[in-house]
């Protein structure tokens, strides 16, 4: 089983995973639980704007890098705040 293989048919399941890839910037990883996500319920809008974020990030889009490469946006972007906001 990949890393992205779970067992579970529960997309809430897919999006957490989801959020700990792109936390850890593995961007990639993150697009395909939050299509998992999908999958499962096509009208999940935290996973669809999760993806989003994740599939910007991994595109290398202004929005989600610093200016030292690192995800985070500009001060105060939507990343950074989303990250915050997971990380309680």
Do not use: C, H
Request: glycine fraction near 10%; aromatic fraction near 8%; proline fraction near 5%.
């Amino acid at each position: 089983m990949s890393e992205t293989e779970l067992p579970s048919k529960e997309p809430e399941v897919w999006v957490n995973r989801g959020n700990v890839l792109l936390l850890k910037g593995q961007y990639q990883e993150a697009v395909k639980a939050y299509d998992q996500a999908l999958t499962l319920n096509a009208s999940y809008e935290v996973a669809k704007t999760n993806r989003m974020i994740a599939a910007s990030a991994l595109k290398g889009m202004p929005a989600a890098k610093t200016s030292t490469g690192k995800p985070g946006g500009t001060e105060g972007g939507l990343f950074e705040k989303f990250s915050k906001w997971l990380k309680g």
